[in-house]
């Protein structure tokens, strides 16, 4: 699922959040609790502003701050949103990481599950916040979708760069940390990317031998 900037901009709350920073990505989900979702989180700051200012917002609270550098800051991340809540709390539905909001991409997240667990989450969606694309895949299909059904954009990118670069050969001898850099992002979201991917084409895979 993806929102344009411009409907990013229509809600309050994910509109303050890009006055803040220029992109939040959460790389890992912490933990689980009645009061929300414990996030490993990526978050480039604008400046002249603190990452401590999510905290002034109403779904969120900064936990932690574990590491930061020139690519951002990671830190753990209390989120209470409806609409993260919604897909964590859902049975037979799974918020797959990472996802996040970005200040020229939008925000994109990427939900797996059966049948009636994603039409009941789609139509919680239309209510709280309308995607402008859903894109649906059937692992199960017999005819593959293409990769845009399975990966997101960003997922693709850094995948066919590590491909293209031989982190993939026998002989390999360029690692995550190197392509991390030649990429302009942090290992850590560099590697969540390329595991992701990994996951879900080997889950496909799995699923069309069977």
Request: net charge negative.
């Amino acid at each position: 699922m993806r929102w344009n900037i411009t409907s990013i901009q229509g809600s309050k709350e994910l509109s303050k959040i890009l006055n803040i920073c220029e992109r939040i990505e959460v790389l890992a989900h912490l933990g689980v609790s009645p009061d929300g979702i414990v996030q490993l989180a990526e978050v480039k700051v604008r400046e002249g502003h603190d990452v401590h200012e999510l905290s002034e917002l109403d779904s969120f609270k900064v936990m932690d701050i574990h590491e930061e550098n020139e690519d951002g800051v990671l830190i753990s991340l209390l989120c209470t949103h409806t609409l993260a809540k919604s897909a964590i709390e859902l049975s037979n539905l799974h918020l797959q990481c990472p996802y996040g909001i970005d200040a020229e991409r939008g925000m994109e997240m990427r939900i797996s599950g059966l049948t009636g667990a994603m039409r009941r989450f789609l139509a919680l969606l239309r209510l709280i916040l309308p995607p402008d694309k859903v894109s649906v895949s059937s692992m199960r299909n017999d005819v593959v979708n293409g990769w845009a059904e399975l990966l997101t954009e960003r997922q693709q990118e850094v995948l066919r760069f590590a491909v293209e670069r031989g982190y993939y050969e026998n002989n390999k001898e360029i690692t995550i940390k190197e392509l991390a850099e030649e990429m302009g992002i942090s290992r850590s979201t560099f590697g969540g990317h390329l595991q992701q991917s990994e996951k879900a084409i080997l889950t496909k895979v799995g699923h069309d031998l069977e």
